[in-house]
């Protein structure tokens, strides 16, 4: 397991240079107020393991300390590890180490947000999820590397498919507009042929003939103009239609008047039967008449009894309310006898319980002053013993005075005088090294320009002898720069291995002018780590020139204000000893003093005593509470009595009850004469709505017989009848129609002629248009090769559409693998919550947020959503609408350490923590830090927390000493040559 042993931090923000923290592989605690570097300690490890500082988007030339260039961090692991990197402002930074061993994944680009999610915790940071929307929160949790690419592939999701189903689209409609075109050819030549006919084509002439005898019969204008087979077929047309209406109309006619030969009977036997409802409807109306007096007396009879019956009923409530009150007083005078007695008794066990709890009292008040005297000397000796805690402080700031003037002599007399012999000696190399810079340089720049010569000389040669070599004829045999005669042969020969032999010094030269660089390199190479050499130890000499002012500082302003009068930590020492010996002594005296007092009772039996004197005036306060309510139920019951009594002075008991008795006799006799009036009236009653009911059908009855035979007689009129319904008068009609309606079939018949003869016209004209239409697509091929053409186009398109197909599906089932895949990526999600909601549950109070449903995840609209929530009034409330800024951190840690120990990505078991517990109270702080104490026990993590708070600090530290953990706690200190990081414990 991997454990960071060292941090060495160099010139970030306000630290200063070489600021060095040693790490336990507990936990390791920076106490720092806010401001003074603590969230830089955490972004300088975070530079050097990942490359970068999340939060400073751009650049993180912020990190850089103010008025210098360069800043550096190394982290040491065990087993020799190794991670370093040095970034220039405005540069890149430049790592090296065993980053290899330390982090096993292979994107390399995952490495800052898994830092972020499992080791670091900056409360300033904006890339938690937690207190993000939805679509934020799920864009958040895609960058994790076992689901980036997945997501990245279903983000393009929609477009793909939109791609591909256009793509369908586009072919299924050129083969779909291939297989028309085939089709409505095809459908063309067949409707061509089955216009083919060899029918005889009958003379216009005649058609108008025929038509005139049938506009004759209908009454239609006749045809005047010349034959023409168009406007003929229009004039057949108006006139087939008109012969048809005609026709419709004699139909309708007819099937009306058949209709009327029943109606015609009914209404013939609803004139009887009118006749007889109405006899019978007169007859039970004079009944009617007759019941409705004799119904109207009885019910006046019956409310003169009643009336009476209720007077009577409340005079007997009165008499009997009358009769209640003797019984009552009875009652309350029996009752007030028990009472009575209840009192005096109550009354004498009282007497007696307060002699008791006086006797109690007295004996309690003689222990409390006995315990007050024996309190007054335990409270003088804790305050000896305070006095006593107060110089043992200022023994602490003795020792550290000591030490701090030990510490300020070993930085005068050996420290400081070696880092200016060494400075010293740096900036005489460094003058040296500076001069030996200088001549490879001037030596340096003559190989280039040398080089830079001969480079131009050589192409301007080489430029000219190449032009002439283009340009010679083939047979020329003198030379055009020499003049010399030679063969053709020889002569291109010879220019060709001139062009070739031209530069043999370039090479050297390059050559040269490579070992110039190479010298000069390591000139400046030695120069630069000279320089460095000389700015750490000026560096080191000012920070022991702060320590030794901050030494100094410390001394005057902090530890010699406990000393006043004192020059030395001697005399200090001397004076402390002193005071130690004269509080002990004191002590002493007030020990023998306390053992000469009276010793008081144990704290048993006092409180036996405290509960029984409790007990007694419990018991005395509920016997006068009874007694109290006692006297008040009397007082009540003798009221009572009185009132009644009073009431009552004017009535006879014996004469009440007799009265009672003879009103209830006629009470009961009223009762039943009013039973047999009622019965009577039901009867009448009910015959009465008998023949009530009776007349209400049988008028019914007579209004749908009128009724049938209003509609009878419109009938008759409507179909052209006059006079009443009767059955010769329709006969005679009917006979009329028959005749008419027979010289009309004739007509319809001519007509069908006449219209097959014009449909011999249309079907010729209709072929010649479809042939002439068959010929215009074909163009110079046959009908039977254009066919062929169709079929091959049509079978061409099919493949198409086919593999446009196939690969639509290919790609719907790797997107549908896809999702399958993404689904298992959110159940590696969802498992985080059960592990988190445990760590919840140890540190969060309030159950709305420890209970929470917590993450949800899901796809929607092929993107990755996410969601925090809790359960209020039923429905899923985004937990950062509820959660203090204590609980909203509290999330975000316990999210990080349940991440942190499931997805193990690394063999580096840290948790950096920037100060976890700022919004939080001491109690609530604690729970924080069990839970971080048990990860370093049960898992072996690594601890780094931050704090301004140095309660919290050492209370923390205390935790984990109880359980035998080591750590260390790490002060830092504003000096005049930057921040510095110094162990206090």
Known sequence: ?????????????????????????????????????????????????????????????????????????????????????????????????????????????????????????????????????????????????????????????????????????????????????????????????????????????EIVREIHLISKLIGCEEYKDEPNFAQINSYFEKTRISLKQEKDKKIDLNIRLNALKERTQLYSSNLKLLTEKQTVVFEHSLKITTLSPIIEQTKNDIQSIKVDLFKLQSEITKLNSIKSMYDEIDQQQSHLKVKTSELEQKEKELSELKKLSEATVEYLKKNERIRDQHKLIENSKKEMRNLLNQIEIKRDFQKQWQNLLDLNNEILKIKMPVLEKKKNDY??????????????????????????????????????????????????????VCQAVYEPEDLVELIENSLNKLNPAIPHAIEEEKKALTVLEEAKEKLGQEDRKLQDTISNLISEKSRLEENQKIISESIQPQFPGFKTPEEAHLYIEDQVLQITSAIKDLETKKSQLEPHEDSDKIDNANLKKSEEERSINHLASKIIQLQNEINVINLKVKNITESLRSEQRDAIINNLSSKSIQEKEMINKNNDFEAALLRNEAELKKYQDFCLLENDGISKIKGSQDGILAEWEQAGLEGKPNQEALELKLEVLKKSTDELEKASTSSNKIEQDLANWRAAEKFEEVNNEVKKRINDVSEEEYIE?????????????????????????????????????????????????????????????????????????????????????????????????????????TFMLAMANRYQWTPWKALLLDDPTQHHDLVHASSVFDVLRDYIIEFDYQVMMSTHDSIQAKFFQRKLENEGVQSKIFLLVDRSGGVTAERII
Not at 5 to 29: C, M, Q
Not at 49 to 72: C, N, V, W, Y
Not at 116 to 135: A, G, V, Y
Not at 142 to 169: D, F, R, V, W, Y
């Open 789 to 893: 053409i169709l079929k091959t186009s049509v079978c061409q398109k099919k493949i198409i559409l086919q593999n446009a197909i196939e690969k639509g599906k290919a790609v719907k089932i790797f997107l549908d693998n896809v999702m399958l895949e993404s689904e298992k990526i959110h159940e590696e999600l969802d498992a985080i919550n059960e592990p988190w909601k445990g760590l919840l549950k140890r540190i969060v109070i309030n159950p709305l947020i420890a209970n929470a449903p917590l993450l949800s995840n899901k796809i929607s609209r092929n993107k990755l959503t996410a969601k925090t929530s809790a359960l209020i009034h039923d429905k899923n409330t985004d937990i950062a609408h509820i959660a203090s800024e204590a609980q909203l951190t509290d999330l975000q840690l």
């Open 427 to 480: 900036q005489e190399s460094k003058s040296l090294l500076d001069r030996e810079v200088s001549e490879a340089e001037n030596k340096y720049l003559m190989k280039k320009n040398n080089l830079q010569s001969l480079n131009e000389a050589s192409g301007a040669i080489q430029e000219a002898v190449s032009t002439i070599r283009k340009n010679l004829a083939e047979n020329q045999k003198s030379c055009p």
């Open 1 to 205: 397991m991997k454990h960071i042993e060292k941090i060495t931090i160099n010139n970030a923000r306000r630290l200063g240079g070489n600021v060095e923290i040693d790490f336990g592989t507990g936990a390791t605690i920076i106490l720092a107020p806010n401001g003074t570097g603590k969230t830089t300690i955490y972004e300088a490890i975070e530079l050097a393991l990942t490359g970068q500082i999340k939060r400073l988007i751009s650049s993180p030339d912020a990190i850089i300390r103010d008025g210098l260039a360069e800043m550096g961090v190394r982290l040491d692991f065990s087993e020799g590890k190794y991670c370093q990197v040095s970034y220039r402002r405005g540069g890149n930074c430049e790592r090296n180490g065993n980053y290899g061993d330390l982090f096993e994944i292979e994107n390399q680009s995952s490495l800052p947000y898994l830092f972020r999610l499992t080791h670091f915790l900056e409360q300033r940071s904006n890339q938690w999820f937690i207190d993000k929307n939805d679509k934020d929160a799920g864009d958040f949790l895609s960058k994790l590397p076992l689901g980036k690419e997945l997501h990245n592939i279903l983000s393009k999701k929609q477009g793909l498919l939109a791609a591909i189903g256009k793509t369908e689209t586009v072919v299924s409609e050129n083969s779909y507009e291939a297989q028309k075109k085939l089709s409505e050819f095809e459908e063309l030549i067949a409707k061509r042929d089955s216009l083919a006919t060899e029918a005889t084509l009958t003379p216009l002439n």
